[in-house]
């Protein structure tokens, strides 16, 4: 069964500008990751943040994590034509953490 | 090194026939995981090993699938008799999982295959 819930569920924006992307859950989680996934390709992690971390970086892309409201977010800065395609978050729930719980995942096209 | 590799790439067949497809995990992961995506139903969990034993088989649609893990470095996921309804694409993801207990709760990322792309005519 899906978890988390990417907003929105689509997003196109102009090269050079920032894209947020969120990500909602509803369980104690360990972890939550985001991926990214290329047209006719596999998924790519991008990013961990673990469940007693805020925030974190890593190059363009910044993630947030806020257990309180079971939220994340995903900010990519300054993006490319290069950063068309889809993004997903999946948890890594406490007490049954062998598997990850994905979203649907949020589609970014980005205009050059 | 070499990423996860699946084959093959692209399958069409016709309904009724059995299909069969392969992974090679990366060498060292203990854990590997078969998905199906469809538009509909996005990224659907089928099955995971962990060490080649199947943990959870939940996911898988009905006894016309099967999956197995005959060592380390193979697995098959085999739908017989095939149905239009299976067409999808069928991913293998592998992993190091580490156990609950350390750092980030034991679920490392998973890396991908390209992806089987399964038609069924």
């Known amino acids: 069964s899906q978890q988390g819930e990417e907003d929105p569920q689509a997003l196109s924006i102009q090269e050079g500008e920032n894209a947020t992307m969120n990500c909602s859950y509803k369980t104690s989680i360990n972890n939550l990751q985001w991926y990214r996934q290329n047209s006719g390709r596999g998924l790519v992690h991008l990013i961990l943040i673990r469940s007693n971390e805020r925030e974190k970086h890593s190059g363009r892309l910044r993630v947030t994590l806020d257990t309180s409201k079971k939220s994340s977010s995903l900010l990519i800065t300054a993006s490319r034509a290069a950063d068309t395609a889809s993004y997903f978050c999946?948890?890594?729930?406490?007490?049954?953490?062998?598997?990850?719980?994905w979203g649907l995942g949020t589609s970014l096209a980005v205009n050059p | 090194d070499a990423g996860v590799i699946q084959s093959p790439r692209h399958e069409v067949t016709e309904m009724g026939q059995e299909v069969t497809l392969r992974c090679k995990p990366i060498?060292?992961?203990?854990?590997l995981f078969w998905y199906r995506q469809t538009m509909m139903r996005g990224l659907e969990l089928l099955i995971y090993f962990n060490n080649n034993v199947p943990i959870d088989d939940s996911g898988m649609p009905e006894d016309r699938f099967s999956a197995k893990m005959p060592n380390a470095s193979f697995s098959t996921l085999k739908i017989q008799p095939s149905e239009p309804r299976d067409s999808a694409v069928y991913f293998c993801?592998?992993?190091?999982?580490?156990?609950?207990?350390f750092g980030t709760g034991g679920n490392q990322p998973q890396h991908f295959g390209d992806g089987t792309r399964l038609s069924i005519l």
């Open positions: 999946a948890t890594s729930n406490a007490g049954n953490n062998r598997k990850l719980i």
């Open positions: 993801a592998s992993s190091f999982y580490i156990g609950q207990w």
């Open positions: 060498s060292g992961h203990n854990s």
